[in-house]
């Protein structure tokens, strides 16, 4: 591919969006969707032949850790992990340093991200410092485009500041309060999730009601409010189980699993290794499997990574000591395809519904999640559903080497990525 | 055996030759100078995150008596103040030259990380609420020297307490059971684990429904901080619902033995007549201590010639 091409051609793929599942080229020329058919023609080609054409992913959740701790992860490497994982957009959570809780940091995270090879979307905070007691400036980083609060890490304890955030975003259009749904109080002093296995290796444990009560009191305050409520990364089957009643009844409330809660389990802390650290914890077998139900029935609208970068010396510590989380951006699509669309959980369109198009609708970003259609942002990726391969945490764009998956053998990776018309992504290789 | 992490890197097996070796080590400490020349040349260093008196001091006699070099670290007198992480502590304390790590650290599997950093053997002298392997074999070998080395079988072992937190009863459960005794932790709801799923024993909350019919109570010290976070109402609660007060004592079997680990809080866990009395092998556990652990470090560093 020429550096930049203002025209190409996606030839030979099985496109997959919202109007469907059909063989067809798809035309891009200044940045946008221009024909979408059999055998379009057009130079230069970008190959598609056995893979899947899609809207861009888009991710609800990921640790961009900058401003404040750039040596683990920047917006510039962070988002080139998102391009070769095969999203177009990511919503980079608060919990910097400084925290998004002010326009300022706000913008210059903004400013950060119009150079990346991935759009770079900020969320900001519901709380000043993510303290959980005075509101963040909601209307002015709703001004320079913020769409989803959240103080995510930690979460909105008090219930009557949950409330009257979700009042006060209701005068903000398009904003949704995105709540980590775990209560300290009894989660308190708990690194692994609270069970047969923690029990067993005595690490303190954090008990799967600790979301499920959080859960479910949100789900009152979004029916008492009626604002929306989005709970981010769920890992229990009760609370699958409350947001599920909760749609039924017709609360407006949406939900995001990791795929690290739908891939692994508590087993996996055997070993005292803090790469399998997370919060909320990975769960039991029957959790796994509730998550995967929640999936297959809608209840469960997104995937999102919690992609959250450490330095080696920091997992390079006793468990109890290590800090949570892992990264996930670069192994997202392969996992949902091994875990969720090769069993059957999922058709291969829904599965890119909750990667691509209905976290789009939540964060409200008209620009991506499709359709593939003439007109509309050329915002693409072209996945290859059979290329098998090992992940080498040495080979990931990330700055950080946390993955849990290092040596696992999985299947499906990111061919192309295509942002705003031009291929950030070209055949596995970031282009910048 | 490169390292000795949990009980379950022995099996029964593994144990019964611990034990053996044990015992000859015990005649060593008996002797009018009581050290051999097994682990000339090695050096052991006791590398210790946690206050402790009585676990390292009994490693460092057991090491000196085998005539091995010590060296000691404790946190509070090290480069952890300075912020010298847990992984650079160990590589530059392996770096002079050690050929065991005796590693108490209070988190859980702080041990097993050590171990896969370095190449010097690694045994677990506490970690976290985890295990304590080395108690385990001490107490059984106190327990053998008492009761003969057949009255594992069947032995009816109730372990009272603070469960949850306690890595002695983590490493003890897997150890009695690995002998063949029958094992019942008992306390109340809030200190005994969130789960008992793989846990080779039994539960109950009711100590004086358990008592009669146990060959060895075993008690844990309780610790006063259990009452800031809400577990206990208050010690004297406690002693009076699960405390080896001198009456539940007076209700045991004839032969049964009490045992504790120890700090004891005497008047609160245990009685100090019963401490003191005539069933207690509370201080016999202390005195078998050094001997298990000269039988760990030999069998971990010594050359398989005869030991003595």
Redesign the interface.
Known sequence: MPDRPDQFVIKGGRVVDTNGDRVADVLVQGGVVAAVGRRVEGAPVLDAAGCVVAPGLVDLHVHLREPGDEDAETIETGARAAALGGFTAVVAMPNTRPPLDDAAVVASVLAAGRTAPCDVVASGCITKGRAGGELAPMGELHALGVRIFTDDGAHVGDAGVMRNALEYAGSLPGAVIAQHAEDPTLAAGGHMHEGAWSSRLGIPGRPGAAEATVVARDVMLAELTDTPVHFLHLSTAAAVDIVRDAKRRGISVTAEVAPHHFTLTDAECRTFDPVFKVHPPLRTDADVAAIKEGLADGTIDAIATDHAPHVPEAKEQPFEEAPPGMLGLETAFALTLGELVEPGVLGLADALACLSWRPAAIAGLDGHGGPIEPGRPANLCVVDPAVRWEVDPSRLASRSRNTPYAGRKLTGRVRHTVLHGEPVVVDGIAQR | MNDLLSIDDLGPAGIDELLALSESFVEVTRRDIPKIPALRGKTIVTLFYEDSTRTRLSFETAAKRLTADTMSFTAASSAVGKGE???DTVRTIEAMGVDAMVVR??????P??IAS?IDAAVVNAG?????HPTQALLDLLTLRRRLGSDAFRGLRVGIVGDV?HS?VA?SGVKAFDAVGADVTVIGPPTLL???????PARATTDLDDALPELDVVYLLRIQRERLGSALLPSLREYTSRYGLTAERAARLKPDTVVMHPGPMNRGVEIAAEVADGPASIITEQVANGVAVRMAVLWSLLGSGAPVA
Not at chain 2, 105 to 110: F, I, K, L, R
Not at chain 2, 127 to 131: F, I, K, M, N, T
Not at chain 2, 193 to 199: F, I, N, Q, Y
């Open positions: 992480s847990l992984l650290h209070q988190c859980a599997g702080a097993h990380r950093w970690d976290g609420r985890h295990e949850r890595r983590r684990p969130e789960s008992l799923d793989g846990w």
